[in-house]
């Protein structure tokens, strides 16, 4: 983004701001406005209930990037909110909610509302008609804002019936899975059809960052986006041309970056059913999520262990005690545990499912594919060969307990070596050891690959199965603004490459 564009931008917002105070009773300000403004909105929709550690964040500002020392004119959230051009999603949404006269038509009304949020986006980042709002159409961050102003909305919500905490609660869920692409994931029977589905990531490490002096304001890490969320946004929906000649139905859904909503079955629910026997039964299952650096990582192995790092939401089910990581033997807050429902064999159980799983991509045929020599490098790019945009490596490090009663650890395959095949075979983890953290680290990228893939054993299933680890993209010109040229060229090459990767497993499926 230019600083003519940028100027351009910042004086939309600050009109914005304006136009907001005169639609102040349709608009619930309080979930994205200044704290003087966040409780006004119509009355049905503006009681005081405590904000998830989420939706809180709507509220947060950063340094205008032009001066520092004031803040900027609008929330980060509305800025992107109205950059993704959904600014009117809020106030229609609330507006309907407002005349729900009953549990079951606001129940119809937030799985609807959920899904025609997440097909705009699908269509934005597709570019599937007009573009609107000043943000790139491949931005994934708006989404995600104006998921989070709903649930808000909906936590605020004093409707004119009876509604318990268990009800409210269940209707943020709805709306929730439904703006994730969760609920519409659709695929044709029949022969000469190649089924996959993909799982992408919100933006996440939202707290700190660099900070302005302008009081009330906020570190600049509020700017992050995923490229995962990005590449299931783009690859929603989609069709690929096989090399046999088959075409490949892409679905895609976006994860929460929570244990809350992982514990709660949220990626089982949503392919479970896809790897049931029946017409809907798919061909290949990819989770998707960012690391770092400038490579693609294609993960060996997945480990059951919960890391110490919170969520979005501050959950932290395994903290380090005085320093030590806890041990995982009968400790179920530190490893992943299996939804009831999602049972599978008998000879697995749901109290202690095994310590590692593996994946089935076919990996020599990922690295051998070249995905990255027709992607443009983006700024910045430091992968050595410059004939690719990034590197595609074999992921085979991990970390483990040899023995599970100890705190001992020991770390086999790292550094992993960039050639493929390697001139050493990988070491697999000892046999009756416990995982501390796979090569995809111990959190939530790593829960998405370990349920995933369990999910496909348990189903007894031999297809490709694994995780992808992105590049990182989170590379701004300058500390404030909100995006700019090289930060969306990190997320085009990025999601470009992605979805070349993602192709090549529907090859080999």
Same mark, same amino acid.
């Given at each position: ?198 799982? =992408?990531?919100?933006?996440? *490490?939202? !707290? @700190?960052? /660099?900070?302005?002096?302008? &009081?009330? $304001?906020?570190?600049? #890490? ?14 929603? =929906?989609?069709?690929?041309? *096989?090399? !046999? @000649?088959? /075409?490949?139905?892409?679905? &895609?859904? $976006?994860?929460?970056? #929570? ?251």
């Amino acid at each position: 983004m230019s600083e003519v564009e940028s100027s351009v931008f910042r004086s939309k917002f600050k009109a914005a701001a304006v136009v907001l105070a005169v639609l102040s009773a349709t608009t619930p300000l309080w979930a994205v406005g200044p704290a003087s403004a966040r409780s006004a909105g119509p009355p049905c929709a503006g009681s005081t209930a405590p904000l998830s550690v989420e939706e809180s964040r709507l509220s947060w500002v950063l340094p205008d990037d032009a001066d520092p020392t004031t803040p900027a004119p609008a929330s980060f959230a509305q800025q992107m909110i109205e950059g993704g051009g959904l600014q009117d999603y809020g106030p229609a949404f609330t507006q309907a909610l407002c005349r729900t006269p009953s549990l079951a038509a606001a129940t119809a009304l937030v799985k609807r509302e959920g899904q025609d949020l997440w097909q705009a986006a699908v269509k934005r980042a597709q570019r599937r008609g007009q573009v609107t709002g000043d943000l790139p159409y491949s931005d994934d961050r708006p989404l995600y804002w104006t998921r989070l102003q709903s649930t808000a909305t909906l936590r605020r919500w004093t409707p004119d019936f009876s509604l318990s905490d268990a009800q409210r609660s269940t209707l943020i869920t709805a709306f929730d899975r439904a703006s994730r692409g969760m609920s519409d994931i659709r695929f044709p029977s029949g022969k000469g059809v190649k089924r996959v589905i993909m799982s =992408g990531f919100d933006p996440y *490490t939202l !707290d @700190g960052g /660099t900070t302005g002096s302008a &009081a009330g $304001t906020v570190g600049n #890490n509020i700017r992050h986006g995923n490229p995962s969320g990005a590449t299931a946004l783009a690859l929603d =929906g989609t069709t690929y041309k *096989t090399e !046999d @000649g088959q /075409t490949a139905y892409i679905q &895609a859904y $976006t994860l929460p970056v #929570n244990y809350t909503e992982f514990q709660a079955g949220y990626l089982e629910d949503t392919v479970g059913p896809l790897m049931r026997p029946g017409a809907q039964r798919v061909d290949a299952s990819i989770t998707v999520s960012q690391a770092g650096d400038s490579v693609f990582d294609l993960e060996q192995w997945n480990g059951r262990y919960h890391g110490v790092s919170p969520g979005n939401d501050h959950s932290q089910p395994c903290p380090t005690v005085n320093g030590a990581p806890q041990l995982a033997v009968d400790n179920h807050g530190c490893d992943s545990a299996v939804v009831d429902r999602w049972g599978g064999p008998k000879e697995f159980s749901l109290t202690d499912p095994p310590q590692w799983t593996t994946t089935t991509l076919p990996i020599a045929q990922m690295i051998k594919a070249n995905t990255g020599a027709s992607i443009p490098r983006p700024p910045g790019d430091e992968w050595p060969d410059q004939s690719v945009a990034f590197g595609v490596v074999w992921h085979t490090n991990y970390t483990e307990f040899p023995d599970c009663s100890s705190t001992q650890q020991v770390t086999r395959n790292n550094p992993p070596p960039t050639d493929y095949p390697p001139t050493t075979t990988p070491t697999p983890p000892d046999a009756g050891s416990c995982s501390y953290s796979g090569g995809g680290g111990n959190y939530l990228s790593n829960e998405s690959a370990y349920r995933n893939t369990l999910l496909r054993d348990r189903m007894g299933l031999k297809i490709p199965a694994g995780h992808i680890h992105t590049p990182d993209m989170q590379r701004f010109e300058r500390p404030f603004d909100v995006s700019d040229t090289t930060f969306d060229a990190w997320r085009l090459a990025i999601v470009a490459q992605a979805g070349n990767l993602i192709h090549v497993v529907a090859d080999s499926s």
